[in-house]
């Protein structure tokens, strides 16, 4: 859209970046939308509302469907704002719809995504999941746990399967999702490892492979490689052959050549953007350079893959940048693409089988139980996550706050 306003031949990269944000943006609205309508809607319940001598906010009318079927224990918030706005409540369990997979989650982990969804902010998020208040106060997105439940359509999964991947509300005890947002877990990764994968290893694996063509020998540059995406995109690159640079705090340097980075460079020393080398791609977790400034170390034909952006860029300035990227993406050979991962279940089976066999091992920032699953987010949008932040769901760990500060390699 935005490129046959501009009238531009051969600028696909930030088009299809754009494009690829609204159909993100637009996917999980829909999976909001649905979940906020009719009946569906009424299955996230709330009494605690009514405990409270409140009205019950749209997300929060307890088991009027089934009046009081079995209830379970959800991180919900009714208002934008800080991590003090979550709180454990008590809420209807889900039923699976006729394509859908009812999971027992054992283990959910936290991204950027779940912070931007619970603050609204960029506003653009707003105009799908509510303008004043979220339709849809429910964080979490990637799971692992027990399949309990099937849809009548369901084949590929049955209860007592363990599964990996997407699930729209994963900071609770069950959870429902599409069966094709899901994988089997291998028997070998535990749950917290595949609970990190979702998110953070699709953005990884497709950033390097279809958006930035990696190959064998490539030089490649990862901007926060101590992050959620970044340990994993270190570690895939090398799976790929790569020769691969990471950029992180000096506290971190350590973490990032244990993962495989043949070279570090801390940040609180070198700008990597006045460096003398040059790199055939760039993945950039942290948006806090320009593409016009990453050029001058990317090679002639280089690539610069954006995937993040500061913790307070505003819509504005994110499209701002986009426009100027895409217009130096148009009349120079090195590319700037933008891009958001998206739902793939033959990646998550890869993802699933490298973590499997070793050559791929999440880094594990810390634990938190469910109850405690305000501060885990807070941990995240704080912005110096060392690999994933993992909420255990587990329901006999549900009630007291209990933390575990480990960084290790599971
Ligand atoms: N496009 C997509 O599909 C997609 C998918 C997932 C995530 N994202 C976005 O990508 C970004 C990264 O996600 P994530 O899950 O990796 O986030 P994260 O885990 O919260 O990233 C935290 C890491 O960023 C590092 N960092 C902070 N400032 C830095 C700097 N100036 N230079 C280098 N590293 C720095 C921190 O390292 P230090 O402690 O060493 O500073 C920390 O390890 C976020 O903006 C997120 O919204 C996009």
């Given at each position: 859209?935005?490129?046959?306003?501009?009238?531009?031949?051969?600028?696909?990269?930030?088009?299809?970046?754009?494009?690829?944000?609204?159909?993100?943006?637009?996917?999980?609205?829909?999976?909001?939308?649905?979940?906020?309508?009719?009946?569906?809607?009424?299955?996230?319940?709330?009494?605690?509302?009514?405990?409270?001598?409140?009205?019950?906010?749209?997300?929060?009318?307890?088991?009027?469907?089934?009046?009081?079927?079995?209830?379970?224990?959800?991180?919900?918030?009714?208002?934008?704002?800080?991590?003090?706005?979550?709180?454990?409540?008590?809420?209807?369990?889900?039923?699976?719809?006729?394509?859908?997979?009812?999971?027992?989650?054992?283990?959910?982990?936290?991204?950027?995504?779940?912070?931007?969804?619970?603050?609204?902010?960029?506003?653009?998020?707003?105009?799908?999941?509510?303008?004043?208040?979220?339709?849809?106060?429910?964080?979490?997105?990637?799971?692992?746990?027990?399949?309990?439940?099937?849809?009548?359509?369901?084949?590929?999964?049955?209860?007592?399967?363990?599964?990996?991947?997407?699930?729209?509300?994963?900071?609770?005890?069950?959870?429902?999702?599409?069966?094709?947002?899901?994988?089997?877990?291998?028997?070998?990764?535990?749950?917290?490892?595949?609970?990190?994968?979702?998110?953070?290893?699709?953005?990884?694996?497709?950033?390097?492979?279809?958006?930035?063509?990696?190959?064998?020998?490539?030089?490649?540059?990862?901007n926060?490689?101590?992050?959620?995406?970044?340990?994993?995109?270190?570690?895939?690159?090398?799976?790929?052959?790569?020769?691969?640079?990471?950029v992180c705090s000096?506290?971190?340097?350590?973490?990032?050549?244990?993962?495989?980075?043949?070279?570090?460079i801390d940040y609180t020393q070198q700008d990597f953007?006045?460096?003398?080398?040059?790199?055939?791609?760039?993945?950039?977790?942290v948006?806090n350079?320009?593409?016009?400034?990453?050029?001058?170390?990317?090679?002639?034909?280089?690539?610069?893959?954006?995937?993040?952006?500061?913790?307070?860029?505003?819509?504005?300035?994110?499209?701002?940048?986009?426009?100027?990227?895409?217009?130096?993406?148009?009349?120079?050979?090195?590319?700037?693409?933008?891009?958001?991962?998206?739902?793939?279940?033959?990646?998550?089976?890869?993802?699933?089988?490298?973590?499997?066999?070793?050559?791929?091992?999440?880094?594990?920032?810390?634990?938190?139980?469910?109850?405690?699953?305000?501060?885990?987010?807070?941990?995240?949008?704080?912005?110096?996550?060392?690999?994933?932040?993992?909420?255990?769901?587990?329901?006999?760990?549900?009630?007291?706050?209990?933390?575990?500060?480990?960084?290790?390699?599971?």
């Amino acid at each position: 859209m935005l490129g046959i306003l501009l009238g531009l031949g051969g600028t696909s990269y930030v088009i299809a970046s754009f494009g690829s944000f609204l159909d993100t943006v637009l996917w999980t609205a829909s999976n909001t939308l649905r979940l906020s309508g009719g009946a569906y809607r009424r299955r996230i319940a709330d009494p605690v509302a009514a405990r409270e001598g409140r009205k019950p906010s749209t997300m929060e009318r307890a088991g009027e469907r089934s009046g009081g079927a079995a209830n379970m224990k959800a991180a919900i918030y009714t208002n934008y704002g800080p991590p003090d706005v979550v709180r454990i409540a008590d809420v209807e369990k889900p039923v699976p719809r006729d394509d859908e997979v009812l999971i027992k989650v054992r283990a959910a982990s936290v991204n950027p995504l779940d912070w931007r969804l619970m603050k609204g902010k960029p506003s653009i998020l707003r105009i799908f999941f509510g303008l004043r208040k979220p339709r849809l106060g429910r964080p979490g997105v990637d799971v692992a746990g027990e399949v309990e439940a099937v849809g009548r359509n369901v084949a590929q999964f049955k209860p007592g399967d363990e599964v990996l991947g997407a699930c729209r509300g994963a900071f609770a005890e069950y959870g429902c999702t599409a069966a094709s947002k899901l994988v089997m877990k291998p028997g070998n990764v535990s749950f917290e490892q595949a609970a990190s994968a979702n998110v953070a290893g699709l953005t990884a694996l497709q950033g390097l492979r279809d958006k930035g063509k990696i190959q064998p020998g490539s030089k490649v540059l990862i901007n926060g490689a101590a992050g959620g995406v970044g340990t994993f995109a270190v570690q895939i690159a090398k799976t790929f052959g790569a020769d691969v640079t990471g950029v992180c705090s000096t506290r971190n340097l350590d973490l990032v050549r244990s993962i495989g980075a043949d070279e570090v460079i801390d940040y609180t020393q070198q700008d990597f953007t006045t460096s003398n080398q040059r790199y055939d791609l760039i993945l950039d977790c942290v948006g806090n350079h320009s593409f016009s400034a990453c050029r001058r170390v990317l090679s002639p034909d280089g690539r610069y893959i954006g995937i993040g952006a500061p913790h307070d860029a505003s819509m504005i300035v994110i499209l701002a940048q986009m426009i100027k990227d895409l217009l130096l993406s148009v009349f120079g050979s090195q590319k700037a693409v933008m891009f958001i991962a998206k739902s793939s279940q033959d990646d998550l089976a890869l993802l699933g089988e490298l973590i499997a066999t070793g050559k791929l091992k999440p880094v594990i920032d810390s634990r938190y139980s469910l109850s405690d699953a305000p501060n885990a987010i807070r941990h995240v949008e704080e912005g110096h996550a060392r690999g994933k932040v993992i909420i255990d769901c587990a329901p006999a760990h549900g009630s007291n706050p209990q933390i575990t500060q480990i960084t290790q390699m599971q």
